[in-house]
């Protein structure tokens, strides 16, 4: 549940304090009025991202044999790569997003409708919404109602910060949460790849296709699964979902899970740069 506590904060986050920024915009530059608008395209972009959940569930609960594998590595494989980029996008750009926001919400009630405002905060939500919906997906088809509410926790608490941080006037260093948070989902997003990859195998298995010694297993812990450190176990799952800690884990999985923790673990140092890293 942590870890999909973790991935459901970071997006709620980023889509709240989006949303809040707007709000305080408007009240600040004596438009509050239209602040209804923008709780239409909330609503409607909450109810499209649910859709969207809905439809991944059902498709995968009608594959079989094989395919059902292809789906959870492609699925894995597809919230790593948008994980990725989310995390050096608002690395690099987070510094400048406020400005961003205000900027564009100035330009759309000047010159643009209401329509235009309610369309504007659809987007903000919705594209949270479906990356949320893609980060989650594998952990939902492993674990149904620890994803569940790890995310209905996330999202409640992202939202309850954002309140704090701009409705209340709390000062809290917001650059430093995501620095923090990143490290913390450039772990998950590894331990992703990792199964990912793991999924892939099984499905090249089931078509019988062979892998070769990427197919055969790097270790084996030999843990039976009721032991606590079992990757299904009450510890080894909390480690599993973290950092993709499994028992046994084939030549391929340890090669992509420490090569991706390779390139983005330095890619986020980078990012937010040496100053920036110095103050946190």
């Given at each position: 549940?942590?870890?999909?506590?973790?991935?459901?904060?970071?997006?709620?986050?980023?889509?709240?304090?989006?949303?809040?920024?707007?709000?305080?915009?408007?009240?600040?530059t004596?438009?509050?009025?239209?602040?209804?608008?923008?709780?239409?395209?909330?609503?409607?972009?909450?109810?499209?991202?649910?859709?969207?959940?809905?439809?991944?569930?059902?498709?995968?609960?009608?594959?079989?044999?094989?395919?059902?594998?292809?789906?959870?590595?492609?699925?894995?494989?597809l919230?790593?790569?948008?994980?990725?980029?989310?995390?050096?996008?608002?690395?690099?750009?987070?510094?400048?997003?406020k400005?961003?926001?205000?900027?564009?919400?100035?330009?759309?009630?000047?010159?643009?409708?209401?329509?235009?405002?309610?369309?504007?905060?659809?987007?903000?939500?919705?594209?949270?919404?479906?990356?949320?919906?893609?980060?989650?997906?594998?952990f939902?088809?492993?674990?149904?109602?620890?994803?569940?509410?790890?995310?209905?926790?996330?999202?409640?608490?992202?939202?309850?910060?954002?309140?704090?941080?701009?409705?209340?006037?709390?000062?809290?260093?917001?650059?430093?949460?995501?620095?923090?948070?990143?490290?913390?989902?450039?772990?998950?997003?590894?331990?992703?790849?990792?199964?990912?990859?793991?999924?892939?195998?099984?499905?090249?298995?089931?078509?019988?296709?062979?892998?070769?010694?990427?197919?055969?297993?790097?270790?084996?812990?030999?843990?039976?699964?009721?032991?606590p450190?079992?990757?299904?176990?009450?510890?080894?799952?909390?480690?599993?979902?973290?950092?993709?800690?499994?028992v046994?884990?084939?030549?391929?999985?340890?090669?992509?899970?420490?090569?991706?923790?390779?390139?983005?673990?330095?890619?986020?140092?980078?990012?937010?740069?040496?100053?920036?890293i110095?103050?946190?």
């Open positions: 549940m942590i870890g999909q506590f973790l991935l459901a904060f970071r997006e709620g986050l980023e889509a709240a304090l989006i949303v809040a920024i707007v709000l305080t915009y408007l009240k600040r004596g438009r509050g009025l239209l602040s209804r608008y923008v709780n239409y395209g909330i609503c409607l972009a909450i109810a499209t991202a649910l859709v969207s959940g809905a439809f991944v569930w059902f498709t995968y609960g009608i594959l079989t044999g094989p395919a059902k594998a292809l789906f959870e590595g492609v699925a894995a494989f919230a790593v790569i948008v994980l990725t980029s989310m995390i050096y996008w608002m690395a690099t750009r987070g510094r400048e997003l400005a961003e926001i205000e900027k564009r919400v100035e330009t759309i009630t000047t010159l643009g409708t209401a329509l235009a405002l309610t369309f504007f905060s659809f987007i903000i939500v919705f594209r949270e919404g479906l990356e949320t919906v893609l980060f989650l997906t594998p939902l088809l492993a674990d149904p109602a620890n994803t569940f509410g790890g995310a209905t926790l996330g999202i409640m608490a992202s939202v309850l910060f954002a309140y704090l941080v701009f409705m209340a006037g709390m000062k809290i260093n917001i650059r430093r949460v995501f620095y923090y948070t990143s490290l913390l989902l450039v772990f998950l997003a590894g331990g992703l790849a990792g199964y990912g990859t793991h999924e892939i195998l099984e499905y090249m298995e089931g078509i019988g296709v062979s892998t070769g010694w990427l197919g055969e297993l790097a270790f084996n812990l030999n843990l039976s699964v009721d032991n450190l079992h990757h299904k176990g009450l510890i080894g799952s909390v480690l599993a979902v973290m950092f993709g800690y499994t046994a884990a084939e030549w391929a999985r340890v090669i992509i899970h420490l090569g991706y923790l390779t390139i983005a673990l330095p890619l986020v140092f980078y990012a937010y740069g040496r100053e920036t110095r103050d946190l």
